[in-house]
């Protein structure tokens, strides 16, 4: 049975949806007794690592309270080292929407993930599209949602690319997924609203990168 820790909710996204669609996407395997899950905050984050894992799930920002004048961040340069070991040892790690977002350019952890999140413009209709011939597997066809859309820094040379996105205001990377030493790091950039989150299609598409990033 794989051991899942899930980390979701901050500031401005709303930890129960996020787990509403969490637990859409890991149904199957759950109650085939093949995945076992535990939530947690950002502030258990490190000493659960020290359980190892065989996934992280992460749908959460780096920032503790943005509207703050001194704003605070929850990633020290000892947190991305001690997440940089675990997946490089063998551990995997998915970074969900605001997984990806507002932590250190230059930093550890954003170097595994090989991607990082740099704005969003105000919601509007997003269109999702997979890309065919990924170990992902028959990730189905487009599919649109009204969802904040996500325009992303990523080494597209070194990582694999499942799914791209579009709207009205441009075109973006929305998926990828690489080998990080010995482990597996995947990356996702929907979504923010329930049309999205609870979206059976999307819901298909994450349930697949979870499935390569544990190997179930």
């Not at 969490?22 to 535990?38: D, H």
């Not at 990924?134 to 040379?157: I, M, Q």
Request: hydrophobic fraction near 40%; aromatic fraction near 12%.
């Amino acid at each position: 049975m794989k051991r899942i820790l899930v980390v979701v909710g901050d500031y401005y996204h709303d930890g129960e949806l996020a787990r509403q669609s969490w637990e859409r996407v890991i149904e199957p395997f759950t109650s085939k007794a093949q995945a076992q899950v535990t939530y947690a905050g950002v502030g258990q984050l490190e000493q659960e690592l020290v359980k190892s894992p065989d996934l992280v799930v992460l749908f959460a920002g780096n920032y503790l309270d943005p509207e703050a004048e001194q704003v605070r961040y929850w990633m020290t340069e000892q947190a991305a080292g001690q997440i940089e070991k675990y997946v490089a040892g063998g551990g995997a790690w998915l970074a969900w929407h605001s997984g990806l977002a507002s932590y250190p350019e230059d930093g550890e952890y954003v170097r595994m993930l090989r991607g990082r999140f740099l704005m969003h413009p105000e919601p509007s209709v997003v269109t999702y599209t997979p890309v065919a011939g990924t170990e992902l597997g028959d990730l189905g066809e487009a599919f649109s949602f009204l969802d904040e859309h996500y325009f992303v820094e990523c080494k597209e040379e070194e990582t694999n690319i499942f799914m791209r996105s579009s709207s009205k205001d441009g075109e973006a990377v929305a998926g990828w997924y690489h080998s990080y030493g010995s482990g597996r790091v995947g990356c996702i950039t929907p979504a923010h609203l329930s049309d999205g989150l609870l979206m059976p299609w999307f819901i298909k598409v994450m349930r697949s990168l979870v499935a390569w990033c544990a190997k179930l």
